[in-house]
């Protein structure tokens, strides 16, 4: 059987899409051609990147707002650059939760004056800092809403006169939200959407064209609208696998359904995690992430036992980020509810023999 997957990103995807995927690398369409050396600007791939960002917007509940879906390319890490190009005029506003959000600081601070409002970095980003004012003279203010190394989530979202952009890589489509309450979100598809290599922008059209400098055509959001996000050749297989699983999602019920699968599975892990004497929770308690799960052992000697245990149970992907340590448990929505079952018997079964 297939493993039970945590892993981090690139993370699990449902199996009817890398079936679909796969038939379609081989023969698309049933054209006799793969869809990875057919010419991008073909019908039956515009059809494709149209109805992936028509997708997006739908299941957003986006559609007919004045926003934009687009797919393009250099990761979340790009955004962080291309964010602060388009948008950055003189001043914008930065919430710090984790290493994301520290990078993003970094390259936007190339642009212009930066305010960091609140940062959870004290106690090694391990909380979502509250009650932090937001300058009314800023461009725009940007958050993480999910931290993939800290395991931490922002629950809510403030109110702000401002823009506001939100890094949504690690839990886009994973819950409900008023999501007109971004003017621009983007998100890495590798977490929840498909494999590397093309990540998701959202983006109010009215917020662009306001700033000063010239702005190099590969890094403008107005140049991809403008050529329906098909400026240069686009990522072709990642785009059309995030096509396939936002298929998926609309089918099972969209992100209505899928939340309430992720509160279960997240409730399954928590709930062991606080009762068994083994583990220790890393995030504070009110910011856990539905996504990601950290922990530690309480006692580092069970340490080999326990990675041996959960490797003998088809567990893959358990091991902390390498800055953090301890584990991490992904659990994305096409992680399957009897997954997470697998890792909380290996847990008691760890106290059992302990």
Known sequence: ???????????????EVLQKASEAVINFNNDNLSLIEISHRSKPFVEVIEKAR?????????????????FLQGGASMQFLMVAYNLLNKKAAYLNTGTWSSN????????GELVEVASSKDKNFSYIPK?????????????TSNNTIFGTQMKSFPETSVP??????SDIFSRQLDFSKFDLIYAGAQKNMGPAGTTLVVVKEDILGKVERQIPSMLNYQMFIDKDSMFNTPPVFPVYTSMLTLEWLKDLGGIEFIEKVNEKKSALLYNEIDRNPLFKGVAAVEDRSHMNATFTLTDESLQAKFDTMWQEANING?????????????????????SVQALVDV???LERIS
């Open 164 to 169: 506001m952009v939100c890094d949504m890589s």
């Open 1 to 15: 059987m297939k493993k039970h997957n945590f892993s981090a990103g690139p993370c699990i995807l449902p199996e």
């Open 318 to 338: 358990l091991h902390g980020h390498r800055s953090v340590g301890g584990y991490r448990a992904s659990m994305y929505n096409a992680l399957p509810l009897y």
């Open 131 to 143: 009650g932090y004012e937001i300058p009314t003279d800023v461009d725009y203010f940007h958050c």
């Open 104 to 111: 993003a600081i970094k390259e936007a601070k190339l642009f």
């Open 347 to 349: 847990m008691q079964e």
């Open 54 to 70: 028509s997708l997006a917007l739908e299941l957003l509940g986006l559609e007919n707002k004045g926003y934009k879906a687009l």
